[in-house]
């Protein structure tokens, strides 16, 4: 937050990642500190004290940054990153896309249940349709995205969204029309990068 109160713009801020050498807006990026016992440990809300160290938010680059030592030159000192890195920070990312699901559900711009959703959709007040990873793919292929397939997510289970939502279960959810849209959309996305490739 800026001292005004209003939250900081980080569309322009841009840093260089330390595995391609590439500058990127910050949104692209995963920021890393330097903690106790010279540990690197990852910091998805930028609000860490120290000095950043930015990788692409991509499990290869993280897998890379730790497998050649990279975190080491980034932060100009010895330091010990943990082989499975790349787990810890997809499973943060994975609280990230709960926690912005569960915000909108508080707010009254998220539901649950195939008819409220269906109803949502038909009706155009739904953004984002979220289906379970484990839920039936008979099921899931009777709703269609509002806007396209990138309004899709289906990287929760059924218990996941079901915390969300403070269910046991949930198969079927839609995040509406009016805030929350591209905060839920921006932190799927980053795990679905984040998902293991093979």
Same mark, same amino acid.
């Given at each position: 937050?800026?001292?005004?109160? @209003?939250?900081?713009?980080?569309? =322009?801020?841009?840093?260089?990642?330390?595995?391609?050498?590439?500058?990127?807006? +910050?949104?692209?990026?995963?920021?890393?500190? +330097?903690?106790?016992?010279?540990? /690197?440990?990852?910091? %998805? #809300?930028?609000?860490?004290? #120290?000095?950043?160290?930015? +990788?692409?938010?991509?499990?290869?680059? /993280?897998?890379?940054?730790?497998?050649?030592?990279? *975190?080491?030159?980034?932060?100009?000192?010895?330091?010990?990153?943990?082989?499975?890195?790349?787990?810890?920070?997809?499973?943060?990312?994975?609280?990230? %896309?709960? @926690?912005?699901?569960?915000?909108?559900?508080?707010?009254?711009? &998220? %539901?649950? #249940?195939?008819?409220?959703?269906?109803? &949502?959709?038909?009706?155009? =007040?739904?953004? +984002?349709?979220? @289906?379970?990873?484990?839920?039936?793919?008979?099921?899931?292929?009777?709703?269609?995205?509002?806007?396209?397939? =990138?309004?899709?997510? =289906?990287?929760?289970? #059924?218990?996941?969204?079901?915390?969300? *939502?403070?269910?046991?279960?949930?198969?079927?959810? &839609?995040?509406?029309?009016?805030? *929350?849209?591209?905060?839920?959309?921006?932190? &799927?996305?980053?795990?679905?990068?984040?998902?293991?490739?093979?």
């Amino acid at each position: 937050m800026t001292r005004g109160g @209003q939250p900081k713009d980080r569309s =322009e801020t841009r840093r260089k990642c330390i595995v391609s050498g590439e500058v990127c807006v +910050v949104d692209e990026l995963i920021r890393f500190v +330097v903690g106790p016992e010279a540990r /690197i440990y990852p910091d %998805l #809300g930028h609000k860490l004290p #120290g000095r950043g160290i930015w +990788v692409k938010a991509d499990r290869v680059s /993280i897998e890379k940054a730790v497998q050649k030592g990279l *975190f080491s030159r980034g932060a100009r000192m010895k330091v010990s990153a943990d082989p499975a890195l790349a787990d810890q920070v997809e499973a943060l990312q994975r609280q990230r %896309l709960l @926690q912005a699901v569960s915000m909108a559900r508080k707010t009254g711009r &998220a %539901l649950c #249940g195939l008819e409220k959703v269906k109803a &949502a959709l038909v009706s155009g =007040e739904a953004d +984002v349709l979220l @289906q379970a990873s484990d839920g039936s793919e008979r099921g899931k292929s009777a709703l269609r995205p509002p806007n396209g397939e =990138e309004s899709r997510i =289906e990287a929760l289970s #059924g218990d996941e969204l079901g915390l969300a *939502f403070g269910r046991d279960n949930v198969i079927h959810a &839609a995040i509406l029309s009016g805030g *929350f849209t591209n905060r839920v959309l921006f932190e &799927a996305g980053r795990l679905r990068a984040l998902g293991k490739t093979a």
